[in-house]
């Protein structure tokens, strides 16, 4: 019954902007936040950002503060992750999941998300 389907990743320029979408069922947004993730072969996962349930507010990883901005619509089921300014090093596949109510940094927090989208690729390359 809960989903997270990601979307909107591509091929993309150095420096050009891409919006990755989340979409959830089986659930409501004003319960659960909402994180997105990133995976790139041989590497870690990182947290990217998170966006709260009970505000909207957001939390970013220090290497796409000022260049991602996560935002939801509630209504929707949609949460999204507009990223500008586009590196190489951006290149990952990026997931998006579920955690109840809050967001925080700190440590690795995937092991508190307990649903997981299928991941969508972001490649940034001239």
């Known amino acids: 019954q809960v989903q997270l389907v990601e979307s909107g990743g591509d091929l993309v320029q150095p420096g050009g902007s891409l919006r990755l979408s989340c979409a959830v069922s089986g659930f409501t947004l004003d319960l659960y936040a909402i994180g997105w993730f990133r995976q790139a072969p041989g590497k870690e996962r990182e947290g990217v950002s998170c966006i709260s349930a009970s505000d909207g507010s957001t939390v970013y990883a220090d290497s796409v503060k000022g260049r991602f901005t996560s935002s939801r619509d509630i209504a929707k089921n949609l949460v999204y992750l507009q990223m500008n300014s586009l590196r190489p090093e951006d290149t990952a596949v990026y997931y998006c999941?579920?955690?109840?109510?809050?967001?925080?940094?700190?440590?690795?927090?995937?092991?508190?998300?307990?649903?997981w989208g299928q991941g969508t690729q972001v490649t940034v390359s001239s």
């Open positions: 999941a579920r955690k109840l109510v809050f967001c925080a940094l700190g440590h690795d927090e995937g092991p508190l998300y307990d649903y």
